[in-house]
């Protein structure tokens, strides 16, 4: 049985009430920040109450953020009207690698392209910050580090549409692609280094490999945790090598 939601507060709880947004949308990013850093795991239960009382809110912009995240696949509603944080099927995770893996590639291609030296400058400074925390840092910083880098070159890329479809992606699959282990970590860093040495030497078409083939290693790994591997996984990865 999935096991209840701890009694640590969710991120950003403490700051619910330092803006003039909507409550239910701050309720709705702070529940959402939560399930991608990984503190509420797939298949584990969201008790609305405990929610409502780490945030220091009613149980109705709890209710409300909840279904907002259900529609948008973070959460699924049981039939007996429990919710559980939702959990992807080999074939559904593969899916969305197959098509984030394209689209780190364009957006690789394009920053590559545009060169914009400001943007770059400040992935740099996250590149140096998360092979730090790479040695030392805990599973919640793998995460953030490694969102900041993608957000940034996602930024880089400069195509809002593209930026857009990219955004509502990575925090889909955000836990697919955080590493789990600090071994792991050091490689994602290094893979990091690699596609951003393409953009900065303006080598569209390296960048765009070394990004696609960044997600499909990352996504591979996380199947291979699951279980073995499955056969699309590998022959695709098999491909993206052999191109190179």
Same mark, same amino acid.
């Given at each position: 049985?999935?096991?209840? /939601?701890?009694?640590?507060?969710?991120?950003?709880?403490?700051?619910?009430?330092? /803006?003039?947004?909507?409550? +239910?949308?701050?309720?709705?990013?702070?529940?959402?920040?939560?399930?991608?850093?990984?503190?509420?795991?797939?298949?584990?239960?969201?008790?609305?109450?405990?929610?409502?009382?780490?945030?220091?809110?009613?149980?109705?912009?709890?209710?409300?953020?909840? +279904?907002? !995240?259900?529609?948008?696949?973070?959460?699924?509603?049981?039939?007996? +009207?429990?919710?559980?944080?939702?959990?992807?099927?080999?074939?559904?995770?593969?899916?969305?690698?197959?098509?984030?893996?394209?689209?780190?590639?364009?957006?690789?291609?394009?920053?590559?392209?545009?060169?914009?030296?400001?943007?770059?400058?400040?992935?740099?400074?996250? !590149?140096?910050?998360?092979?730090?925390?790479?040695?030392?840092? /805990?599973?919640?910083?793998?995460?953030?580090?490694?969102?900041?880098?993608?957000?940034?070159?996602?930024?880089?890329?400069?195509?809002?549409?593209?930026?857009?479809?990219?955004?509502?992606?990575?925090? +889909?699959?955000?836990?697919?692609?955080?590493?789990?282990?600090?071994?792991?970590?050091?490689?994602?860093?290094?893979?990091?280094?690699?596609?951003?040495?393409?953009?900065?030497?303006?080598?569209?078409?390296?960048?765009?490999?070394?990004?696609?083939?960044?997600?499909?290693?990352?996504?591979? /790994?996380?199947?291979?945790?699951?279980?073995?591997?499955?056969?699309?996984?590998?022959?695709?990865?098999?491909?993206?090598?052999?191109?190179?």
């Amino acid at each position: 049985m999935p096991p209840d /939601t701890a009694s640590a507060p969710a991120p950003d709880a403490a700051r619910l009430g330092d /803006t003039y947004s909507p409550l +239910r949308d701050l309720v709705t990013q702070s529940l959402r920040q939560a399930i991608v850093r990984g503190r509420y795991r797939p298949g584990e239960r969201l008790i609305e109450e405990r929610i409502a009382a780490e945030l220091g809110v009613s149980r109705n912009p709890v209710r409300e953020a909840i +279904r907002a !995240l259900a529609s948008e696949g973070f959460i699924e509603v049981t039939p007996r +009207r429990s919710a559980v944080v939702a959990s992807l099927s080999n074939a559904d995770a593969w899916e969305m690698v197959e098509v984030r893996a394209n689209l780190e590639g364009l957006n690789a291609r394009l920053a590559a392209r545009r060169h914009q030296p400001g943007v770059i400058d400040r992935i740099k400074s996250v !590149l140096s910050e998360g092979r730090a925390k790479a040695a030392t840092g /805990t599973p919640e910083e793998f995460v953030e580090f490694n969102n900041r880098f993608h957000d940034l070159l996602a930024e880089a890329g400069n195509n809002r549409v593209l930026g857009d479809i990219m955004r509502t992606l990575r925090e +889909r699959t955000a836990h697919l692609f955080a590493p789990r282990s600090l071994k792991q970590a050091v490689t994602n860093w290094e893979e990091h280094a690699d596609i951003l040495e393409a953009i900065v030497a303006g080598d569209e078409e390296m960048a765009a490999l070394l990004a696609s083939r960044h997600v499909l290693h990352a996504g591979r /790994t996380f199947l291979a945790e699951r279980e073995p591997a499955p056969e699309q996984a590998s022959a695709a990865l098999s491909a993206v090598k052999a191109s190179s």
